[in-house]
């Protein structure tokens, strides 16, 4: 296993703009990272920069210390599992987990005993003498993921979509295969993915990309909780983030003239304009009579999700969204909402200044 | 007058898609129907579409029998999981293409088909191929496709599941407007989830190995789930159900007795198994109920905490994004209030 280093990397292909712009990044070894975006935001260019199957066009790449940018993928020692089961379909479970090993010559006693283990990872253990044809595609997923896990000496285990044929039901089984072993291992693992949940359940952090640059980089609670720009609060989440021009004046922050946070602790220096608050639907509330600096609010329409409903209100020319718990009947017309200050995110120019108030 | 099914059966290799179903679709409602992978969602579709013969029974379109219409004259509009566009054409000849099969003059069907890309949003791609376009644009193309038709059937077989979280919570809601302007159509849209059968259907079919288990409002399926299979279906995480008895006026779970709430007062002494909402259960510290985490899977913006205990496993759903490591023990809150209780074969015997 090992760090990974992106020094200035960035890439374009041929003249175009670029896919990928300049960056610095460290990846810890041991780690797991998602690479998440919408498709086009650079994150498989990522992917191919740090196996080799991609030369970037500047910058430099490092396997612990080791310079790879112009050694090819072959050279990497890098393991890969791509979005389709890559596996020998005439050969056994247990031929197929050992082939990695037996290419590197390993002693027969050790790979029996690594498949063995690796299988027993996977719950694979019973199926280890079957042809690999015989298998149902998440099976052969799992092969795939297995032999990507098989030899402990790879600096890094890299995975593209790697759920994306496995049926829904059967998704959340691997997912929490997938994190187990990941867990276990230990091995430096590299995800990408278009899904939120995939990423957010699978990852130590994650990557956030879009249009060719990572926008933010965090652990899944700090995405939720401090998103880095307007953009990150909506794409993380579900609802996604509230947001509201926001004006300063005598009551501190203020929306539509309703001061709500008043006496807070604001960052100096605050420009007149462009300042917007963030608030997740689930800090947002039905304000109790005794609340003060709470905004007048009315209701647009109410989704029953089942065991929650998403109330959409408008406030002043803002559209906003509140998640009630069943047992909290919805308003009818209007509401007074409050918004939970320490949850209160202040946006300028759509960047994150202060989170709480 | 509304679409009948009678007595459908379909099997194939010993398997039972569709085991003795009847159900009955009314003009203007759009009917969800739930169910696990291989529920037998699908194989309904295709019956009602004709792309399938029932081995018996029977369908009825206003009291006439259609089971023997061939497919191409059943004048059913379809969109499916894989978005199904013709290459070649054009974003606005794909929506146009079977109104002219279907004798429209030319300038006509551009009209309609103009309008239908407005309504879902694609007014400005109509030029573009649907290799184009974005997943999301290109599932918009085949369903105004689909709506341009007018059909009286128009029947969506999981039109979202192959687009990411984002995109299938905003085109949920854009669906809700879209539907609720259907006002002749029979709709049926088949879905896994059930935050978008509750959101989207006027009612709900559960459907399981073939069966139908259920159907009625969402509010109803929901709050009164007629049994475990049911409240497992229709909730995400499912329904936890703990198997127990009622014994000596108290709730046995195990080892644990818990004094029996007032809605549940007049169980009599049994075996039952009793069910609790993911949502119903919460991290309390004071709770000396507790099990280990053996997975934490962040949906949306909650966290699922799948946690193993004395009863078996327990799913709890707490708001936000949390992060707590493998192997931590969770002391597990709930109030007795929000039990169901099911007979020991899975009738609802009591809702909360």
Not at chain 1, 108 to 129: F, H, N, Q, T, Y
Not at chain 2, 284 to 306: C, K, N, W, Y
């Amino acid at each position: 296993m090992a760090r990974i280093t992106l020094e200035r990397v960035g890439h374009r292909y041929g003249h175009a703009p670029y896919a990928l712009e300049p960056f610095d990044m460290v990846l810890e070894d041991g780690r797991s990272y998602a690479l998440l975006g919408p498709s086009g935001c650079g994150k498989t260019t990522m992917l191919n920069i740090i196996s080799g199957v991609v030369r970037p066009s500047e910058g430099r790449i490092l396997l612990d210390d080791r310079d790879v940018t112009v050694v090819p993928i072959s050279g990497r020692n890098v393991a890969q599992v791509f979005q389709f089961p890559v596996i020998y379909q005439s050969k056994s479970v247990y031929e197929n987990l050992a082939f990695p090993l037996r290419c590197r010559r390993w002693p027969i006693a050790r790979i029996k005993a690594r498949v063995a283990e690796i299988a027993d990872l996977l719950d694979l253990s019973g199926r280890l003498g079957k042809p690999a044809w015989q298998l149902t595609v998440d099976e052969k997923q799992l092969i795939s993921l297995g032999r990507g896990l098989v030899r402990d000496d790879v600096a890094a285990l890299l995975m593209d979509e790697p759920l994306t044929v496995i049926d829904p039901q059967m998704k959340f089984q691997l997912r929490r295969k997938l994190k187990a072993v990941s867990q276990k291992a230990r091995h430096t693992v590299i995800y990408v993915t278009h899904d939120q949940n995939e990423a957010m359940t699978f990852a130590d952090e994650i990557l956030v990309m879009s249009a060719g640059k990572v926008v933010q980089r965090g652990t899944p609670q700090e995405l939720f909780e401090r998103p880095r720009t307007t953009y990150v609060g909506y794409f993380i989440g579900s609802p996604s983030m509230n947001v509201f021009d926001a004006e300063i004046g005598a009551g501190g922050v203020m929306i539509g003239g309703t001061p709500i946070a008043p006496g807070g602790a604001l960052p100096s220096g605050l420009p007149t304009s462009g300042l917007r608050v963030g608030i997740r639907p689930e800090y947002a509330s039905l304000a109790q009579p005794e609340d003060s600096d709470t905004l007048a609010a009315t209701v647009v329409g109410v989704q029953d999700h089942g065991s929650v409903r998403i109330v959409e209100v408008a406030i002043g020319t803002a559209r906003a969204r509140l998640k009630l718990g069943r047992d909290i009947a919805p308003p009818s017309a209007q509401a007074r909402i409050r918004l939970r200050r320490d949850k209160l995110c202040l946006f300028v120019d759509d960047h994150l200044i202060a989170a709480g108030i | 007058m509304p679409l009948h099914l009678e007595n459908l059966s379909l099997a194939r290799n010993g398997v039972r898609y569709l085991d003795r179903v009847d159900a009955t679709f009314r003009r203007g409602r759009l009917t969800t129907v739930i169910g696990r992978t291989l529920a037998g969602k699908t194989t309904l579709l295709r019956t009602l579409a004709g792309l399938q013969a029932p081995d018996s029974g029977d369908l009825k379109l206003d009291g006439v029998s259609i089971a023997s219409v061939p497919v191409w004259k059943r004048d059913v509009a379809m969109v499916y999981q894989q978005f199904i566009n013709y290459p070649h054409l054009s974003v606005l000849e794909n929506v146009a293409f079977p109104l002219l099969r279907r004798g429209l003059k030319a300038p006509e069907a551009q009209l309609r088909a103009e309008a239908t890309l407005a309504k879902v949003g694609l007014s400005g791609f109509a030029a573009r191929r649907p290799s184009q376009l974005s997943g999301g644009q290109q599932q918009r193309v085949a369903l105004a496709r689909a709506l341009a038709r007018e059909a009286p059937i128009l029947l969506l077989d999981e039109p979202l599941v192959n687009l990411d979280y984002k995109l299938r919570e905003q085109l949920r809601e854009e669906f809700r407007g879209l539907f609720a302007e259907e006002t002749k159509a029979i709709v049926v849209y088949t879905t896994t989830e059930p935050a978008e059968a509750m959101m989207l259907g006027d009612e709900i079919v559960v459907m399981h190995e073939g069966r139908i288990l259920q159907v009625g409002t969402p509010v109803d399926v929901f709050e009164r789930p007629a049994s475990t299979a049911v409240a497992e279906i229709v909730n995400d995480p499912p329904m936890n159900i703990l198997p127990g008895a009622v014994v000596d006026g108290r709730i046995a779970l195990g080892s644990y007795r818990l004094a029996l709430p007032a809605h549940l007062s007049r169980l009599a002494a049994a075996d039952y198994r009793f069910g609790l909402r993911a949502t119903d259960l919460h991290v309390d510290p004071a709770s000396e109920i507790a099990g280990s985490l053996v997975f934490a899977e962040i949906s949306g913006s909650e966290t699922f905490l799948h946690v193993e205990t004395a009863f078996g496993p327990l799913a709890l759903q707490i708001e936000g994004i949390h992060d707590i490591a493998l192997g931590t023990q969770v002391p597990i809150g709930f109030s007795t209030e929000r039990l169901f209780a099911f007979a020991a074969d899975g009738a609802l015997v009591v809702a909360p």
